[in-house]
């Protein structure tokens, strides 16, 4: 068979298999795509209807196969919930399938990568104040990932980075991305982490302008998870914005990291987000953070952030003395969740336990949210297997996105400005005019 990408992996094997799922009674007949850790199903060959995926975790065990009146099959026991048996009229061709399977869990063991040589590195899709994001693939198994290089040429603190790595690397959560190593060399630090085929929110929001609320409900409900869990581990983040939140291919989200060399309380973070308090110079806390979620929430609902100026200082002074403005389609719901969330007096902002308790999030069930059993409501599209393009779904960085924006701002206030120029001169003609007849 043909090798060629998929899902930014290398296909193993492709073909129809008898599925099962659970002991249940109903058998149909699939068109499974195994890459690198990961059984793919679909409808049919034609792959234009997903159905979903069997994760071949480090724990999963398969069984030995056994007959079935003229069928065979073997079972595949992910967890103690997750239980999928597979079938196949040849034995043979089901004992390849099963071999290439007990493969790809045994190599969720395989050493980790410890070496910039390790990785094929492919494209730049990120840069920060201390080095660039780079999407790689792992040489041992083809598995693709993102690679933030730090040249120590740099003036940072590389105990805190290395301190706060190996802290965040320990963290394991559904809407967290994952940290799958780190590692240094004589000129530069590493840190491995699991690629996001959605690529940045700030992507999706800068292409649909704003989102309906029925988005921001699912992507918040998702997103507060991931905070709470960070503030239940003592981390506050100080980096909520739309450029730290990511999708899956799934449509499902994952919060990145704060910054790997700030300390809990420092004056960090972007200025549309940051709080009254922190701008005042008192320290970060958890309550900060509430407050970025009110700044975001609204910017995904308007399209803009409420106090969002190009001059620092003014927006500044907005943040710590303006009333919020809300547009008439923002819901009454909405504008009293922005409205508690971004209360000036941190002693009386919302906490992270209010917020799930908030009429915004009115029906919605956590515990779904955390088994990600609530659809997407996101469209994520991915690169073609063929497309030769591997960050056609990622953009390499918003920087260019914005200088755009700022441009276009630029350009509406000079098209103001001449229009009232215009204004002006007609209004002198005319008074010239008047002028002239009456002399």
Same mark, same amino acid.
């Given at each position: 068979?043909?090798?060629?990408?998929? $899902?930014?992996?290398?296909?193993?094997?492709?073909?129809?298999?008898?599925?099962?799922?659970?002991?249940?009674?109903?058998?149909?007949?699939? /068109?499974?795509?195994?890459?690198?850790?990961?059984?793919?199903?679909?409808?049919?060959?034609?792959?234009?209807?997903?159905?979903?995926?069997?994760?071949?975790?480090? !724990? @999963?065990?398969?069984?030995?196969?056994?007959? +079935?009146?003229?069928?065979?099959?073997?079972?595949?026991?992910?967890?103690?919930?997750?239980?999928?048996?597979?079938?196949?009229?040849?034995?043979?061709?089901?004992?390849? /399938?099963?071999?290439?399977?007990?493969?790809?869990?045994?190599?969720?063991? @395989?050493?980790?990568?410890?070496?910039?040589?390790?990785?094929?590195?492919?494209?730049?899709?990120?840069?920060?104040? &201390?080095?660039?994001?780079?999407?790689?693939?792992?040489? %041992?198994?083809?598995?693709?990932?993102?690679?933030?290089?730090?040249?120590?040429?740099?003036?940072?603190?590389?105990?805190?980075?290395?301190?706060?790595?190996?802290?965040?690397?320990?963290?394991?959560?559904?809407?967290?991305?994952?940290?799958?190593?780190?590692?240094?060399?004589?000129?530069?630090?590493?840190?491995?982490?699991? $690629?996001?085929?959605?690529?940045?929110?700030?992507?999706?929001?800068?292409?649909?302008?704003?989102?309906?609320?029925?988005?921001? +409900?699912?992507?918040?409900?998702?997103?507060?998870?991931?905070?709470?869990?960070?503030?239940?581990?003592?981390?506050?983040?100080?980096? &909520?914005?739309?450029?730290?939140?990511?999708?899956?291919?799934?449509?499902?989200?994952?919060?990145?990291?704060?910054?790997?060399?700030?300390?809990?309380?420092?004056?960090?973070?972007?200025?549309?987000?940051?709080?009254?308090?922190?701008?005042?110079?008192?320290?970060?806390?958890?309550?900060?953070?509430? /407050?970025?979620?009110?700044? &975001?929430?609204?910017?995904?609902?308007?399209?803009?952030?409420?106090?969002? #100026?190009?001059?620092?200082?003014?927006?500044?002074? +907005?943040?710590?003395?303006?009333?919020?403005?809300?547009?008439?389609?923002?819901?009454?719901?909405?504008? =009293?969740?922005?409205?508690?969330?971004?209360?000036?007096?941190?002693?009386?902002?919302?906490?992270?336990?209010?917020?799930?308790?908030?009429?915004?999030?009115?029906?919605? #069930?956590? #515990?779904?949210?955390?088994?990600?059993?609530?659809?997407?409501?996101?469209?994520?599209?991915?690169?073609?297997?063929?497309?030769?393009?591997?960050?056609?779904?990622?953009?390499?960085?918003? %920087? +260019?996105?914005? !200088?755009?924006?700022?441009?276009?701002?630029?350009?509406? !206030? %000079?098209?103001?400005?001449?229009?009232? #120029?215009?204004?002006?001169?007609?209004?002198?003609?005319?008074?010239?005019?008047? =002028?002239?007849?009456?002399?």
């Amino acid at each position: 068979m043909e090798s060629f990408l998929e $899902f930014g992996n290398i296909i193993k094997k492709e073909g129809y298999l008898y599925l099962k799922k659970n002991n249940s009674q109903t058998i149909d007949k699939f /068109w499974f795509v195994l890459v690198s850790k990961v059984l793919f199903y679909y409808k049919d060959k034609e792959k234009k209807v997903f159905l979903g995926i069997i994760p071949l975790k480090p !724990k @999963a065990k398969t069984t030995k196969i056994f007959s +079935q009146s003229n069928q065979h099959n073997f079972q595949i026991k992910v967890d103690s919930k997750e239980l999928f048996e597979l079938g196949l009229d040849s034995k043979k061709e089901l004992e390849n /399938w099963k071999m290439l399977i007990d493969n790809s869990i045994s190599k969720e063991s @395989a050493a980790k990568p410890k070496n910039i040589s390790d990785f094929t590195l492919f494209s730049l899709i990120g840069k920060s104040a &201390l080095g660039k994001v780079l999407k790689v693939r792992t040489n %041992d198994d083809q598995r693709i990932s993102a690679l933030k290089i730090i040249s120590k040429n740099r003036n940072f603190n590389k105990e805190l980075v290395l301190s706060n790595a190996k802290k965040f690397m320990s963290i394991n959560h559904p809407f967290i991305i994952p940290i799958q190593n780190f590692f240094e060399d004589e000129s530069k630090l590493a840190i491995n982490f699991e $690629f996001m085929e959605g690529g940045e929110v700030f992507f999706h929001l800068q292409k649909e302008s704003k989102f309906p609320e029925k988005k921001v +409900q699912f992507l918040c409900s998702e997103l507060i998870c991931a905070l709470s869990f960070f503030h239940q581990k003592g981390i506050i983040h100080q980096y &909520l914005k739309p450029e730290k939140i990511f999708f899956d291919r799934f449509g499902h989200i994952r919060l990145g990291y704060p910054s790997f060399t700030q300390l809990e309380t420092t004056f960090v973070g972007t200025p549309e987000y940051l709080a009254p308090e922190v701008i005042s110079g008192e320290n970060t806390t958890k309550a900060s953070d509430l /407050w970025s979620l009110g700044i &975001l929430i609204y910017e995904m609902l308007v399209g803009i952030p409420p106090f969002y #100026d190009e001059h620092m200082m003014t927006m500044f002074h +907005q943040i710590l003395t303006q009333p919020i403005q809300f547009p008439s389609y923002v819901s009454t719901v909405a504008k =009293d969740l922005i409205l508690k969330l971004l209360e000036r007096d941190p002693k009386n902002r919302y906490t992270i336990n209010q917020v799930f308790q908030h009429p915004f999030f009115k029906g919605i #069930d956590f #515990d779904l949210v955390l088994e990600k059993k609530i659809q997407s409501p996101f469209t994520i599209y991915l690169a073609s297997p063929r497309s030769g393009s591997p960050d056609i779904f990622f953009p390499e960085k918003d %920087d +260019q996105m914005k !200088k755009e924006k700022e441009k276009d701002k630029e350009k509406e !206030k %000079d098209k103001e400005k001449d229009e009232k #120029d215009e204004d002006e001169k007609d209004k002198e003609k005319e008074k010239d005019e008047k =002028d002239k007849d009456e002399k």
